[in-house]
């Protein structure tokens, strides 16, 4: 089974407004990684958070893991119209698994 | 350029058929994974080989079948006991500590006709 769960599944806003994306996952992890993927494409590493973080940025993005609760948020600010994608956690335990992820639709 | 490269980029098998899919990097990584993707839906883990000849089953494995003879090359048989291989699939390296990004390569769509 997947190790993430991305809600929510597909999310719609105009440009300008923040999109917050969340992850949930079962097990112990070594990171958590968020990449993005246009349609039909491969995918893009975004950003990794280490288990004994709690908090990250890079530039519009920031990142968030609570390991008591088993979850992450990606938060994008300012979003572009060029944001539009499909988003995905990832969680690394020697292997890397994914969630369903979060289609993000930004309107101009 | 370094890079991961899958080939091809669009396949077409008939029923019954084995194929077998390209994956190849020169970033000197030594984890890679394959995945499938069906529509609409997220990466599900089929394989992953962390060092040159060995190799894990993920969670949807059964069909598939895979190799490492080589550092820079992981390539995916789906057999013909793979009984919806209808889909797009995406190979990955990675360095072994898994504490740096995954490089993806670009996929291939494999269509059962």
């Known amino acids: 089974s997947q190790q993430g769960e991305e809600d929510p599944q597909a999310l719609s806003i105009q440009e300008g407004e923040n999109a917050t994306m969340n992850c949930s996952y079962k097990t112990s992890i070594n990171n958590l990684q968020w990449y993005r993927q246009n349609s039909g494409r491969g995918l893009v590493h975004l950003i990794l958070?280490?288990?004994?973080?709690r908090e990250k940025h890079s530039g519009r993005l920031r990142v968030t893991l609570d390991t008591s609760k088993k979850s992450s948020s990606l938060l994008i600010t300012a979003s572009r119209a060029a944001d539009t994608a499909s988003y995905f956690c990832a969680t690394v335990w020697g292997d890397m698994r994914f969630g369903a992820g979060t289609r993000l639709t930004v309107k101009p | 350029d370094g890079g991961i490269t899958q080939s091809p980029k669009y396949l077409f098998r008939k029923e019954g058929q084995n194929v077998t899919l390209s994956c190849e990097q020169n970033?000197?990584?030594?984890?890679m994974y394959w995945y499938r993707q069906d529509p609409g839906q997220g990466l599900r883990l089929i394989y992953y080989?962390?060092?040159?000849?060995?190799?894990q089953k993920g969670d949807i494995a059964e069909g598939y079948s895979v190799s490492r003879e080589k550092k820079e090359s992981f390539p995916l048989t789906v057999t013909s006991a793979q009984k919806n291989p209808t889909a797009f699939y995406l190979c990955?390296?990675?360095?072994?500590?898994?504490?740096?990004?995954?490089?993806f390569g670009q996929g291939t769509r494999l269509t059962v006709v």
């Open positions: 958070i280490r288990s004994n973080e």
């Open positions: 970033l000197n990584h030594d984890a």
């Open positions: 080989s962390q060092i040159v000849n060995d190799f």
């Open positions: 990955a390296s990675s360095p072994l500590t898994g504490d740096t990004e995954a490089f």
